[in-house]
């Protein structure tokens, strides 16, 4: 069964510094992975996606992640966090059949 | 461009009684979710519908029944509600006519918070 682990329920960081947010991922077939942001009282936004070609991916809101297949990471990153980039960020991978299967989610607290 | 329409936004419960869920999407998805999202558990999948005219468990069915009314429009219901379904329901939809499904990404809802007491 494939399922992601968000390593770290809480980050915080100040404003201006690197952000990076911990993602390992399970999964028996090559895996298709994302990225979710949620503000306070909304719901999911797409940040950005890993399909196949490059590992490099870009989203919005300059956040990144880098598929790295032979440590079976997604990590996001973005390098200079914002005091509205304040939010919970989930995780996900398709498990095939259209459904995805979310980690438990990260808040990020950003300081001034 | 509404996206994924949920109503209500809010809602209480007595235990024991009953509600549905709505949603409607308008943007030709196949594929519709409900989801519900506790503290620190993330969102987990209740039922799905692949395409109009199916409806599938998922991972806590428990409790609910679900509706594909149309291609727009997918319903959950709570027949008996009790306090541990307490939480916030989130809809989605995925799947636009021809678009390959590993490109799937999910369009959300801004979600239901019910409190059953």
């Known amino acids: 069964a494939q399922s992601v682990t968000q390593l770290g329920s809480h980050v915080s960081v100040s404003e201006g510094a690197l952000v990076l947010l911990r993602c390992n991922y399970s999964s028996s077939v090559p895996p298709y992975l994302f990225w979710y942001v949620q503000y306070p009282n909304q719901g999911l936004q797409l940040l950005l996606k890993?399909?196949?070609?490059?590992?490099l991916v870009k989203g919005i809101n300059g956040f990144e992640a880098e598929f790295k297949k032979s440590e079976t990471s997604f990590h996001l990153t973005k390098p200079s966090a914002h005091m509205s980039d304040a939010a919970e960020y989930f995780c996900a991978v398709n498990t095939g059949f259209q459904k995805l299967v979310f980690g438990t989610g990260t808040r990020l607290l950003v300081s001034p | 461009n509404a996206g994924v329409t949920q109503t209500p936004k809010f809602q209480v419960l007595k235990t024991g009684q009953s509600m549905t869920l709505q949603c409607a999407q308008d943007?030709?998805?196949?594929?519709m979710y409900w989801y519900r999202q506790d503290p620190g558990m993330g969102l987990r999948l209740i039922y799905y519908s692949a395409s109009e005219g199916t409806t599938d468990k998922g991972e806590v069915p428990n409790g609910y029944n679900v509706s594909r009314l149309n291609k727009r429009e997918f319903s959950l219901r709570l027949e008996s509600a009790a306090p541990s379904q307490t939480s916030v329901y989130f809809c989605?939809?995925?799947?636009?006519?021809?678009?390959?499904?590993?490109?799937?990404?999910?369009?959300f809802g801004s979600g239901t918070r019910l409190t059953v007491v």
């Open positions: 890993y399909t196949t070609g490059a590992t």
């Open positions: 943007m030709n998805h196949n594929s």
């Open positions: 989605a939809s995925s799947g636009s006519p021809g678009q390959p499904k590993e490109l799937y990404g999910y369009t």
